[in-house]
C-alpha cells in the first residue's frame, strides 16, 4: 500500500513557476513509477509526465515538453513536478500516481495509486 500526497499548487502568473510535490509513505517508493496527470473541468484526466524506479528515464506530454520537469528523490520519498513558463490552459487539478510498472507507463488504468489532487491555477 502507497499514499500519495501532493502539495504545492496555488495560483500562479502565466509564465512564472510553480513546483509541485507528491510524498509518499512506506519504504517501498523506489520500487514504483511515478506519474504526474491532471484534470480540468469537464474534461478527462491527462498524462503529464512520468518517471522510471531509478528515475533514469523521463517522458512527457507534447503539451508540456520543454516547460515541466519531473523528477525524484527517493532518498525523501518524493517525487517533484517543475512547472515553467505554464500557461492558462495548464489551470487544472494536479494528481500523482504510483504504478508497479518497471517502464514508462502513460495510462490512468496503469497506476495503482493516486493521490488526492493539488489544484494548480494559471493566470494570464
Known amino acids: 500500500q502507497v499514499q500519495l500526497v501532493e502539495s504545492g499548487g496555488g495560483l500562479v502568473q502565466a509564465g512564472g513557476s510553480l513546483r509541485l510535490s507528491c510524498a509518499a509513505s512506506?519504504?517501498?517508493?523506489?520500487?514504483?513509477?511515478m506519474g504526474w496527470f491532471r484534470q480540468a473541468p469537464g474534461k478527462e484526466r491527462e498524462f503529464v509526465a512520468a518517471?522510471?524506479?531509478?528515475?533514469?528515464?523521463?517522458y512527457y506530454a507534447d503539451s508540456v515538453k520543454g516547460r515541466f520537469t519531473i523528477s525524484r528523490d527517493n532518498a525523501k520519498n518524493t517525487v517533484y513536478l517543475q512547472m515553467n513558463s505554464p500557461k492558462p490552459e495548464d489551470t487544472a487539478v494536479y494528481y500523482c500516481?504510483?504504478?508497479?510498472?518497471?517502464?514508462?507507463?502513460?495510462?490512468?488504468?496503469?497506476?495503482?495509486?493516486w493521490g488526492q489532487g493539488t489544484q494548480v491555477t494559471v493566470s494570464a
Open positions: 518517471i522510471t524506479r531509478s528515475g533514469g528515464s523521463t
Open positions: 500516481a504510483a504504478t508497479r510498472m518497471g517502464y514508462i507507463v502513460r495510462r490512468p488504468l496503469e497506476y495503482d495509486y
Open positions: 512506506g519504504r517501498t517508493f523506489s520500487m514504483y513509477g
